[in-house]
């Protein structure tokens, strides 16, 4: 029954993985954080990956308006350098959070990355 | 599993001019105990946050009640003997450590949101004082701090009317179709109850509620109630009864002051954690 560090322990497992957090995306507050951040700066990130989350999750194309359970999966950001996965955290109870990787991009593969992701997301919350 | 016995307290913190500033002084100061608000207890362990309660939002039982049954909870905390209650629900196996984790500090948050003491509210602070659930994920009070105001701000930035958290919200249509959560608000909104009323009525955070509100408005469904006066800070909650959880006596003197600035919090959080 891992913890918040454990699932990010094994986050920092991900072929070509930098950085890994949870975050609350309604608040930014980073529940836990692991390896390297953008600028060396987790709660940054973690205040940045709220702004995309609430982006997509409060948008009616993208997410669902009330913001609760959309059935949005996962946001994938590629850039030159690397890649930013975010995976919406699903819960019993209610919760808003999401994990956010962040990749190399000449290291990682993304598909592989992304189901690593989900598995993580899942394993957080099984009991 | 009501907290140990209180030692007397300190003398009652009068000084505190700025929004969250008496939390922020026992971070610094690394305090062991309670910060009691008017509205709620921020429990400390050596300086970081161990735990908040506000009996206006839901406590972590309330929220895991769809997960846990209830009384199988009740059972726990019992049987755990009203101390280090989140270690006994681990091993009873009655959920992950990461859903005990993220359950937590979900409450923890919703909680810090409603209980953080505005400028000039008197607080107490009572030393050695431990929170029944026990060393499950503790976090920085700047951090909190921040995490309130960043979420005060979406909030209202989201929400087209003024104080959407103590606007009392009022159904205009019971659409059939409606799904069962949207239902459930529609039923509960009667025009008096505020989103925190709302909220620990059905279990879930201020925060959800207020965005379900949203979608819901925007639906033609719900409407905030215009012109209502603030709700007081002990509002008639339809919320289970709380014997479970004696509170400590709270400050009887409750201000009804403006909100915190959210500028002024974060001038005061960056100047804090430079101290730090």
């Not at chain 2, 606007?167 to 659409?175: C, D, G, V």
């Not at chain 2, 201000?255 to 430079?274: F, K, M, Q, T, V």
Request: neutral net charge; proline residues 9%; charged residues 20%.
């Amino acid at each position: 029954m891992p913890g918040i560090d454990e699932i990010l322990a094994e986050a920092m497992e991900v072929p070509g993985v930098l950085g890994a957090g949870l975050t609350d995306w309604t608040s930014g507050l980073s529940l836990g954080s692991a390896g390297r951040a953008p600028r060396g700066d987790h709660d940054a990130v973690a205040a940045d990956t709220t702004e995309v989350a609430q982006a997509v999750a409060a948008n009616t194309t993208f997410g669902d308006a009330a913001g609760g359970h959309p059935g949005t999966e996962d946001v994938i950001i590629t850039a030159a350098g690397g890649y930013h996965l975010l995976r919406f955290v699903d819960t019993a109870f209610d919760s808003r959070t999401c994990l956010h990787l962040w990749l190399d991009r000449e290291q990682a593969n993304l598909a592989v990355a992304r189901l690593r992701l989900r598995d993580l997301a899942a394993g957080l919350v099984a009991a | 599993m009501s907290p140990r016995a209180l030692p007397a307290a300190r003398q009652p913190d009068d000084e505190s001019g700025l929004p969250g500033a008496p939390l922020l002084r026992y971070a610094t100061e690394r305090a062991t105990g309670v910060l009691l608000t008017p509205r709620g207890r921020f429990y400390l362990d050596a300086g970081e946050v161990a735990c908040v309660e506000a009996p206006e939002v839901p406590g972590l039982g309330a929220r895991l009640t769809g997960h846990i049954p209830s009384a199988r909870w009740q059972e726990a905390v019992r049987a755990a003997g009203g101390r280090d209650v989140g270690a006994f629900l681990l091993a009873e196996r009655l959920l992950s450590r990461g859903e005990l984790e993220i359950c937590h500090l979900q409450a923890v948050l919703d909680a810090a949101y409603c209980a953080l003491p505005r400028p000039h509210e008197r607080t107490e602070f009572v030393p050695d004082v431990a929170h029944w659930l026990g060393d499950v994920r503790a976090t920085s009070a700047p951090a909190l701090l921040a995490a309130v105001v960043r979420r005060r701000a979406w909030l209202r930035r989201l929400l087209p009317w003024p104080e959407p958290d103590t606007t009392p919200l009022l159904p205009r249509a019971h659409p059939p179709a409606a799904a069962p959560r949207d239902r459930a608000l529609l039923d509960a909104a009667d025009g008096r109850r505020t989103p925190y009323q709302l909220a620990h009525g059905l279990r879930v955070s201020v925060c959800a509620v207020l965005l379900q509100a949203r979608s819901l408005h925007a639906a033609g469904l719900l409407a905030p109630v215009r012109g209502t006066p603030r709700r007081t800070a002990h509002p008639a909650s339809p919320g289970p009864p709380r014997r479970a959880h004696p509170r400590p006596p709270l400050p009887a003197a409750v201000h009804e002051a403006a909100d915190p600035e959210i500028s002024l919090l974060l001038r005061l959080r960056n100047a804090l954690e430079e101290r730090l």
